[in-house]
Nanobody, 123 residues
C-alpha cells in the first residue's frame, strides 16, 4: 500500500539548515503531485512547497521563497525539502504528502500523508 515516511527533523539554531526526507513506497512518484506542508501549534496546516504531477511550476510559500528547495529523486523514490537560513517561525511539524491530482498546494487537495517530523528553530 502507499506509504510515506518522513525523517530529518530536529532542533537547530536560527540560520542553520536541515534537509527533510520522505521515503515513498507502494506507488510511482512519476504519477503524483508531491508537497511539503507544515503545522505550527495553534495554527492551520499550510502548504510550504509543492510540485504538480506534470512537473509544472513549483510552488513555494512566500515565507520560504529563496530559503527552501523541494526536490524528488525518482530512482530513490524519495522527496526532499532542503531548508536553509531557518527562522524561529519555521518551527512546526512538517508533513510530506502526495496526490494523483494535487493541482494546488492546499492540504485539502492532497489525499496521502506521512506521519510528520518535528522541526524546532530556537536560540
Amino acid at each position: 500500500q502507499l506509504q510515506l515516511v518522513e525523517s530529518g527533523g530536529g532542533s537547530v539554531q536560527p540560520g542553520e539548515s536541515l534537509r527533510l526526507s520522505c521515503a515513498a513506497s507502494g506507488f510511482d512518484l512519476n504519477y503524483f503531485a508531491i508537497g511539503w506542508f507544515r503545522q505550527a501549534p495553534g495554527k492551520e496546516r499550510e502548504g510550504v512547497s509543492c510540485i504538480p504531477r506534470d512537473d509544472g511550476n513549483t510552488y513555494y510559500a512566500d515565507s520560504v521563497k529563496g530559503r527552501f528547495t523541494i526536490s524528488r529523486d525518482i530512482a530513490e523514490s524519495t522527496i526532499y525539502l532542503q531548508m536553509n537560513s531557518l527562522k524561529p517561525e519555521d518551527t512546526a511539524v512538517y508533513y510530506c504528502a502526495v496526490d494523483p491530482l494535487g493541482y494546488l498546494c492546499l492540504p485539502r487537495l492532497f489525499g496521502f500523508w506521512g506521519q510528520g517530523t518535528q522541526v524546532n528553530v530556537s536560540s
